[in-house]
């Protein structure tokens, strides 16, 4: 059974710091690894999608790393902004067709 | 940009009723899942669904969960006889496909409060 652990389970910065944000995995048969951004009492909305071939993707000020063989992604959040506070999830892709979630990091950018 | 749109966003409902939730995926996906996310706890796997049929399920969708695509454009999860502990958000969602490039598109959810 796929366990996703993210750590830190909460992080506050002052605006400006870079943001890093962990997920560690028990499998390496993954698809793919999807990181989410979720607001109080909102949906998940999609920041990035790394396959399993990737070693990494960029979006914007956000980049996200996989290392497969170990079990380990992160999430880079360039000159982070007040906007940017959330909880970020990391669910990753197994075998089969369903995602299995960490619990989230919530993260608070303080002006 | 194309969206998975939930409805209601909110359901209150008193335990032993019956509830659907309802569900419109993007047009072009095929694949169709339920999640759900108890308050303070983890994104949880429901169902999947693919072809008109569950291509797989968790151990929470037992016999009082149901999952129907009525038409070509409507997915829905119902719950038959509600209890509290199913007081949660629920998600539906959507992919394109099911390989390593595809990934999932989150509707907003439906909170279900059951009293």
């Known amino acids: 059974k796929q366990e996703v652990t993210q750590i830190p389970a909460a992080l506050s910065v002052p605006e400006g710091e870079n943001l890093v944000l962990n997920c560690s995995f028990t499998d390496s048969a993954i698809y793919n690894l999807q990181w989410f951004r979720q607001d109080p009492g909102k949906g998940l909305t999609s920041l990035l999608l790394i396959q399993s071939s990737q070693r990494e993707q960029t979006s914007g000020r956000l980049n996200a790393s996989l290392d497969k063989s170990s079990g380990r992604s992160t999430l880079y959040i360039a000159a982070s902004q007040p906007g940017d506070s959330a909880t970020y999830l990391c669910?990753?892709?197994?075998?089969?067709?369903?995602?299995?979630f960490g619990a989230g990091t919530t993260v608070t950018v303080r002006a | 940009e194309p969206e998975v749109t939930q409805t209601p966003s909110h359901q209150v409902t008193q335990m032993g009723q019956e509830v659907i939730l309802r569900c419109v995926p993007i047009s072009n996906h095929l694949y169709f899942y339920w999640y759900r996310q108890i308050l303070g706890q983890k994104v949880e796997f429901l169902v999947s669904f693919y072809n008109n049929e569950i291509s797989e399920k968790s151990e929470i969708f037992d016999d009082q969960f149901s999952v129907e695509r009525p038409d070509g454009s409507n997915f829905t999860l119902k719950i038959r006889s509600t209890k509290l502990e199913d007081s949660a958000m629920y998600f539906c969602a959507s992919s394109a496909g099911a390989g390593p490039l595809y990934g999932y598109t989150f509707g907003s959810g439906t909170r279900l409060t059951v009293v």
């Open positions: 669910a990753v892709r197994s075998s089969d067709y369903k995602l299995s």
